[in-house]
């Protein structure tokens, strides 16, 4: 090897070692830590000195509230992505045509919630969604859909809804654009060879852009699966995990035992609970990923037959 | 020509005001050497310079957002008597706390005072040696001065050493009832119909939504996510059974949890009448125990219950209008607070502090000058009774409210008294404790979730004791002599302060 090309991966090297630093120092690190006080019954305080094995994750797996918050987050997770995707596909479609005057103000507009901290709309649509004198509420009597208030988040079952809907509409900008990058990624020759051979616009849309498509789908459904995997900040403003812990999620649980232990915390525990949780979001991955790579081979057959 | 002019313009324009910028950032790194500045605390540490003393800057955390106006006057008047001492006072938000505290033990980046928290109890902090005895603040004397039960074993004290410095009287907070006068006027009710018994505040919630056409309601109580109502309950429930300590459902006659004591169990029984008759304010299912009270303050409501502390924070402009009353019991019969000597609002001296004179310096300038201030505002009691009976609290509502908290607090049976073995039992227990609350349970029983509410208390009480038990065990397993005949008191008597 020449001395110029040894100094070249020397440079190389250089540049990258920052971000090698920071990645074992604040994602490496604590992750290989995670896994060492698990095995511990630590409070975050002081040496590590009671180790217990296993048993903080057998009692997380014994730990009904941990199953139900776990349960939760797949209820969550499930919804948000049924609803979502078919949706943002309809609406990237609509904001795709070349003829609708206004796209980006109306892309905008529903790109808007995505950029609005989580947090902040928690806690503004809590009112929203109150009893008493909410703004929901008060829609729905003045249409005479309803006679009198409903607690929309004091019902398990109303609380979840108003989470997941309120989810789908924070998520909905973000994931339409993933379908827009994805529809004009598309080769424009086959359009218009189907155009010529007159295909009309819902013909081209089944036979062409969703096949053509699906490889972006597959990572479109992996990226809002994940995300549907992390509503700490939404769920801890707009419902604390309630009404009694129906909207309780594994994120929040943890939360639960590091910082709200109403005592010392159970850093160990919680430990256990995170890398459990970390371990299923994973096998997730692993499976999504899987349909990504299928539907990516599908991609390189059809790449290749349009060669040939 | 021209060209270079348009570039070398805005160059040298760059560079004059860099120089200048720096010339000001020289000048700045000069007044600091030589005292010359103009901050606050950078002009205390000019004098100091100039009366010979280094100036030494004292970082101290507090979680006590109701006492800010108070704590920063003190040290207005500490720094100018301490021109040399500057104090840098943060009042850290309650939920950040314990994470801030774990992270500076962590990486020994504590400030040279900080407060408690039940959390972090004073035996841990004691026994990872982050903090330092502060024995020299106070004298024996000044310390009898203090409320009986202060200077308790795992919370002030570690073995005879003094630790934490205590800011408030530490018999607190009690729960009050406050209520709104003109919402009460509204409804065609006065002053005398404030309910005293269960019973009348069934009746009285009633009236209050008949009267004004379900305008008003009777009661609003926040209860999440944060939410004193299961305080508010165990406190009335002393009424029905007082073996039954309101601090932690702990039965001190016989040693175990009660959370199924049936004034409990009554209790969430009223609450769940109130709440299925649609006569408890609907947001309370979905407000935090303030929000909740904001409501009461609106007049959208007639009474709240809330903590003692609230009197000082009700709207200055208007207390005219708000009123205090003790909580209704079952039948009127008497309810009481539990006092053990935990001083939760209390200062430490990090051991890691190079400013530990100055640090006791500034306690001792703390009881002179703000227990006087705490009580003139009403923000809470200090912990020395005469000045408590010496100074007039300025604020009529938090005046009812103080009146009612130290009448309601009695001192019951402390076990680390009869035998300090049993602050390892604390110890091994903290943040073990089922994670269902008393909270949980109120709002799944509220909301319907939950249907046989009895059930769930003997479960959680089971669960509670199950952990009791085994920290007993863990302890004597380790060598450590306890037993749960440590925690049975057979000769208190509720109501009468204890002592063995």
């Given amino acids: 090897m020449s001395f110029r090309r040894k100094r070249k991966i020397a440079w190389t090297y250089l540049f990258l070692a920052p971000q090698f630093v920071l990645l074992a120092a604040f994602t490496v690190y604590p992750i290989l830590m995670s896994y060492v006080y698990s095995l511990y019954d630590w409070s975050g305080i002081g040496p590590l000195n009671d180790f217990v094995g296993l048993s903080n994750f057998r009692a997380v797996l014994e730990d009904s509230s941990f199953w139900n918050a776990f349960r939760n987050n797949m209820i969550y997770m499930f919804f948000l992505t049924v609803l979502s995707l078919p949706t943002t596909f309809v609406a990237a479609l609509v904001l795709n045509l070349k003829f609708l005057r206004g796209r980006t103000a109306y892309r905008t507009l529903l790109f808007l919630p995505v950029v609005t901290t989580a947090a902040i709309i928690g806690i503004v649509l809590k009112f929203i969604f109150g009893n008493d004198n909410a703004l929901f509420n008060n829609v729905l009597i003045s249409l005479g859909i309803l006679k009198e208030p409903v607690g929309w988040l004091a019902d398990p079952t109303k609380a979840m809804i108003v989470l997941i809907a309120v989810g789908v509409w924070k998520l909905f900008g973000m994931i339409m654009i993933y379908w827009l990058a994805g529809l004009q990624s598309l080769p424009s020759e086959v359009f218009d060879a189907a155009k010529m051979d007159g295909a009309g616009y819902l013909a081209t849309v089944r036979y062409l852009t969703v096949p053509l498509l699906l490889p972006v789908a597959t990572v479109i459904l992996l990226l809002t699966a994940l995300n549907g995997m992390h509503v700490f900040d939404m769920v801890t403003t707009l419902t604390g995990g309630g009404p009694y812990f129906a909207t309780d999620m594994v994120d929040l649980y943890i939360y639960r035992y590091v910082f709200a232990s109403g005592g010392f915390p159970q850093m160990g525990y919680a430990s256990a609970a995170g890398i459990i949780f970390g371990l299923s979001i994973f096998a997730l991955s692993v499976l999504l990923g899987g349909l990504v790579r299928v539907s990516g081979g599908k991609k390189a057959k059809s790449d290749a037959g349009w060669g040939g | ?500």
């Fill in chain 2, 1 to 500: 020509m021209n060209r270079q002019k348009i570039v070398l313009l805005p160059l040298l324009l760059a560079l004059a005001l860099t120089t200048a910028l720096s010339g000001c950032s020289g000048s700045n790194s000069n007044a600091n050497k030589h005292g010359n500045a103009s901050g606050k605390g950078e002009a205390a540490a000019a004098t100091g310079a100039d009366s010979g003393k280094d100036p030494v800057t004292l970082e101290v955390w507090g979680r006590w957002e109701e006492m800010t106006s108070q704590i920063n006057e003190t040290i207005s008047e500490f720094q100018q008597q301490y021109p040399y001492i500057t104090v840098k006072y943060a009042t850290v938000p309650a939920a950040q706390y314990v994470a801030q505290v774990q992270a500076a033990i962590s990486g020994n980046t504590l400030p040279d005072l900080f407060g408690y928290n039940p959390a972090i109890p004073t035996t841990q902090l004691s026994n990872l040696g982050v903090i330092q005895p502060i024995n020299d603040v106070l004298t024996e004397e000044e310390k009898a001065e203090y409320y009986e039960g202060t200077w308790s074993q795992g919370y002030t004290v570690v073995n005879e050493d003094t630790y934490a410095f205590p800011l408030f009287n530490p018999m607190r907070p009690s729960m009050v009832m406050y209520y709104n006068k003109a919402a009460l006027k509204e409804a065609g009710l006065t002053e005398a119909d404030i309910p005293k018994t269960w019973e009348g505040l069934y009746e009285f919630s009633k009236k209050v939504k008949e009267n004004t056409g379900g305008k008003i309601y009777g009661l609003v109580v926040g209860i999440k996510p944060q939410s004193f109502l299961s305080g508010v309950i165990m406190q009335m429930a002393t009424a029905v059974k007082p073996e039954v300590s309101p601090a932690d459902s702990f039965n001190y006659k016989t040693g175990k949890y009660e959370f199924n004591s049936p004034g409990i169990v009554q209790g969430l029984e009223l609450f769940k009448k109130l709440q299925d008759e649609k006569l408890l304010h609907p947001n309370s299912l979905l407000m935090s125990y303030r929000e909740g009270t904001s409501m009461m303050e609106a007049g959208q409501a007639v009474l709240t219950m809330d903590g003692s502390f609230l009197g000082s924070q009700l709207s200055k402009d208007k207390l005219d209008n708000y009123g205090a009353a003790p909580l209704p019991t079952l039948d009127g019969k008497p309810q009481y607070a539990a006092f053990q000597g935990e001083s939760r609002v209390s200062l430490y001296v990090a051991k890691s502090t190079k400013h530990a004179e100055e640090a006791k310096l500034f306690l001792r300038f703390l009881k002179e000058h703000l227990y006087p201030k705490l009580v003139r505002d009403g923000i809470e009691y200090s912990p020395i009774p005469a000045v408590n009976e010496a100074t007039k609290v300025e604020n009529p509502i938090a005046e009812q409210a103080l009146k009612i908290q130290s009448e309601t607090f009695k001192l019951i049976p402390r076990p680390f008294e009869r035998n300090q073995e049993t602050l390892k039992v604390v110890v091994e227990t903290s943040g073990k404790m089922p994670k269902q609350t008393l909270s949980d349970v109120i709002e799944g029983y509220l909301t319907g979730q939950i249907q046989d509410v009895n059930q769930v208390l003997t479960q959680l009480t089971e669960e509670s004791n199950k952990v009791f038990e085994s920290a007993i065990e863990k302890v004597r397993s380790e060598g450590g002599n306890v037993s749960p005949s440590d925690y049975a008191f057979e000769d208190w008597h509720p109501f009468t302060p204890y002592h063995p």
